[in-house]
């Protein structure tokens, strides 16, 4: 993505944002109160983390690494950030 594009991708996100925000789920179907839920948290992750940091690169990234014990987790993390911040398991 270049710096040009961002500004299309916020509003794209923000445009998806507002449609999210839009649906009203209020029939009591067996599987509502999940769908509701869903929508709560897309909306967290859009508010919370994916337009902020494209509107501000710099913002701290949060990642999550996941994988089978002795997948190579530790090693990864620890190759990225230059120093040992994980323990490596046996």
């Known amino acids: 993505m270049t710096l040009d594009e961002r500004p299309q991708l916020i509003d794209a996100l923000s445009a998806?944002?507002?449609?999210?925000?839009?649906?009203r789920l209020p029939l009591p179907l067996p599987d509502a109160p999940r769908a509701r839920q869903t929508r709560t948290e897309l909306l967290a992750?859009?508010?919370?983390?994916?337009v902020p940091r494209l509107k501000d690169p710099d913002a701290?990234?949060?990642?999550?690494v996941g994988g089978s014990t002795g997948a190579g987790k530790s090693t990864l993390v620890n190759s990225l950030v230059g120093r040992r911040v994980s323990e490596a398991g046996c």
């Open 45 to 50: 992750q859009l508010d919370d983390y994916l």
């Open 16 to 23: 998806l944002r507002d449609r999210v925000a839009a649906v």
């Open 60 to 64: 701290p990234l949060l990642a999550v």
